[in-house]
């Protein structure tokens, strides 16, 4: 009897121990499967982007980072004991619905599409902007004006970015977000995407590259629509750095001078005519309105907005100027400018390059 009774016990501690063993098991499958399963019950998609170089591993953090995973510890786990195919580079649209499994699956056997780099050039205005979006997009140029007069729009960039303000919104601008579209090289899906896409794009790149000069802009004694304005004058005027930053400082002597920028490119602007397609008329060089520097109604003022959409550079050198007593400058047809302090030396060196035959012409 004594033995059985010893026999029992040790049998009823075996299963006792094979219990535990399972019930710790259960215990630690269940919190496994918790932090594998979906975030919540958010199906609003987020865009993840795996790039060149990425791994299962290395993207457990941004993955956490986007609330699309609960655990990287899990995630790496569950990893390490599929051994999943490999990863495919793209951008993806993930949601927290989605499980680790789903998301490994979508991950590794869908198939991206890459869509269409669209390089928008330093200097186009918004016309040419609008061309390049006609022509790389399923958008029409009238689509792109059409967003630029859309005052519900135009309203909700002014409340959510710091750069832009109600200086947009004057009558006599031609394009009201002129000058706030970073250049740049973009992907869209040309297929797919709408102008609102597009320009949201590249206002965003723009908060971006500002931030940097966030404080310098706020202490100048111009707003930023004015420091754009001039920048843009900047971009189309010169084209290396070191020039920019003279070219601004002459701009500045004239402005504090009360003298007009004389700048043919806002002439050209205030006439909706591209410096390469054409001389001005005599009519357009004329012309009072609220671009055109060379009239004197502009003695002393910038014009009403930017002309074109400046590099970073070019905003720099409106915000730090080289300070210098040049008046004047021009370029050659290579590009290199000339700067001098009076109108004398001005005509001579303008008189020298049309006898080296350097002089622009177009």
Same mark, same amino acid.
């Given at each position: ?74 995630? $790496? !786990? ?7 195919? &490999?990863? *495919? /580079?793209?951008?993806? @649209?993930?949601?927290?619905?989605? #499980? ?108 971006? $590259? !500002? ?7 706020? &202490?100048? *004694? /111009?707003?930023?629509? @004015?420091?754009?304005?001039?920048? #843009? ?120 390059? *049309? ?8």
């Amino acid at each position: 009897m004594s033995n059985l009774t010893k026999k029992t016990k040790i049998l009823i501690g075996i299963i006792g121990s094979i219990l535990l063993v399972v019930i710790i098991f259960l215990e630690l499958l269940f919190i496994y499967l918790f932090n594998i399963s979906r975030v919540s019950n958010n199906s609003v998609s987020k865009e993840f982007e795996i790039e060149n170089g990425d791994t299962y591993y290395s993207i457990a953090a941004k993955l956490k980072e986007n609330n699309l995973i609960k655990s990287e510890f899990f995630y $790496k !786990l569950y990893i390490k004991l599929n051994n999943p195919d &490999s990863l *495919k /580079y793209g951008i993806y @649209e993930l949601n927290e619905t989605m #499980s680790v499994k789903d998301i490994v699956k979508e991950i590794s056997t869908t198939t991206y599409k890459k869509g269409e780099m669209i390089t928008f050039k330093e200097g186009l205005n918004m016309r040419q902007i609008a061309s390049v979006i006609s022509n790389n997009t399923n958008n029409t140029e009238q689509d792109v004006y059409d967003l630029l007069g859309d005052e519900q729009y135009i309203n909700s960039l002014i409340e959510k970015y710091w750069f832009i303000t109600d200086e947009i919104k004057n009558e006599n601008i031609y394009y009201s977000l002129e000058g706030y579209l970073f250049p740049d090289t973009y992907e869209f899906y040309k297929d797919e995407v709408t102008v609102k896409e597009i320009f949201d794009t590249m206002i965003e790149q723009t908060n971006k $590259k !500002l931030q940097p000069l966030k404080k310098d802009i706020e &202490s100048s *004694k /111009y707003s930023f629509h @004015e420091i754009l304005t001039l920048a #843009s004058i900047i971009e189309l005027e010169s084209r290396s750095t070191s020039d920019r930053n003279t070219v601004a400082g002459v701009f500045y002597n004239r402005l504090n001078s009360g003298w007009t920028l004389g700048s043919d490119v806002t002439t050209y602007y205030g006439a909706k005519v591209n410096m390469s397609d054409r001389d001005l008329y005599v009519s357009e060089i004329n012309e009072v309105n609220a671009y055109n520097t060379r009239s004197t109604t502009l003695a002393g003022k910038l014009p009403v907005g930017p002309i074109c959409n400046p590099s970073i550079s070019s905003i720099e050198a409106a915000l730090h100027p080289t300070k210098t007593d040049y008046y004047y400058f021009v370029a050659d047809k290579n590009g290199k400018i000339y700067f001098s302090k009076t109108i004398n030396e001005h005509t001579n060196i303008v008189s020298q390059l *049309k006898r080296d035959g350097l002089w622009y012409t177009y």
